[in-house]
Nanobody
Framework: QVQLVESGGGLVQAGGSLRLSCAAS????????MGWFRQETGKEREFVAA????????DYLDSVKGRFTISRDSAKNTAYLQMNSLKPEDTAVYYC??????????????????????WGQGTQVTVSS
């Protein structure tokens, strides 16, 4: 099994920055990559960003492009989400997630929630105006 723990959330003013961390433990060799999702109160969870271990390819929600950066430190089994120029509409619970690695013949679409097998507990990000 793989366990994921998010940290780094908090309360910031609009225009501020936060860096979220997602530490993985357990059978981390089974992870294909990592993604970040968020869920605003009363809304569905949505994709934010993802990174593949293969070539460090990344993908982002359009509304965060240029403001958020996903990265990883393989030695620490940790992924990060650097969030700059935060806006009130970024307020949400942020979750990290990881898809299980099955085969080199299967490349999951990391933008899609159902591709993920492991989830963290979430960390609250609140951006005030």
């Amino acid at each position: 099994q793989v366990q994921l723990v998010e940290s780094g959330g908090g309360l910031v003013q609009a225009g501020g920055s936060l860096r979220l961390s997602c530490a993985a433990s357990g059978r981390t060799s089974s992870i294909y990559g990592m993604g970040w999702f968020r869920q605003e109160t009363g809304k569905e969870r949505e994709f934010v960003a993802a990174i593949s271990w293969r070539g460090d390819r990344t993908d982002y929600l359009d509304s965060v492009k240029g403001r958020f950066t996903i990265s990883r430190d393989s030695a620490k089994n940790t992924a990060y989400l650097q969030m700059n120029s935060l806006k009130p509409e970024d307020t949400a619970v942020y979750y990290c997630a990881a898809p299980h690695y099955y085969s080199s013949e299967y490349e999951p679409d990391l933008r899609v929630e159902y591709e993920y097998d492991y989830w963290g507990q979430g960390t609250q990000v609140t951006v005030s105006s």
